[in-house]
């Protein structure tokens, strides 16, 4: 993955928009605050495979990003996205990493499903 290209990332999501397309989207702080000095309990989302249609999609911010899918009856969007590539299938993979390397977000978009290690 290399970094967010707001104008290549809104390309991307041109292309896949108006029809129907999978989602994968995943949020964490994972156990990586549960075994921090502050013992929080971690917050996690978890959707894969949804199928949504979108009409446009928006990058918005100066980094980390927010990614929104405009749909007709409200939004989708993942904020903290640091990093994104299309993958051969022409899906959109989008990852936010904290400081450390470690994911805190995934925003994926594409017309064929995600299986286990995609």
Request: no cysteine.
């Amino acid at each position: 993955m290399e970094p967010i290209d707001p104008a290549a990332v809104t390309d991307a999501l041109a292309a896949l928009a108006n029809r129907d397309v999978y989602l994968h989207l995943e949020t964490t702080t994972g156990t990586y605050t549960a075994l921090g000095p502050e013992k929080t309990p971690p917050v996690v989302a978890f959707v894969r495979n949804a199928v949504v249609r979108y009409e446009r999609g928006a990058v918005k911010g100066e980094g980390p990003y927010r990614v929104g899918l405009k749909m007709e009856g409200g939004w989708v969007y993942g904020d903290g996205l640091t990093h994104a590539t299309t993958d051969d299938a022409g899906r959109l993979l989008m990852a936010g990493y904290d400081d450390e390397g470690r994911l805190r977000i995934a925003l994926q978009v594409g017309t064929t499903p995600f299986r286990e290690g995609t």
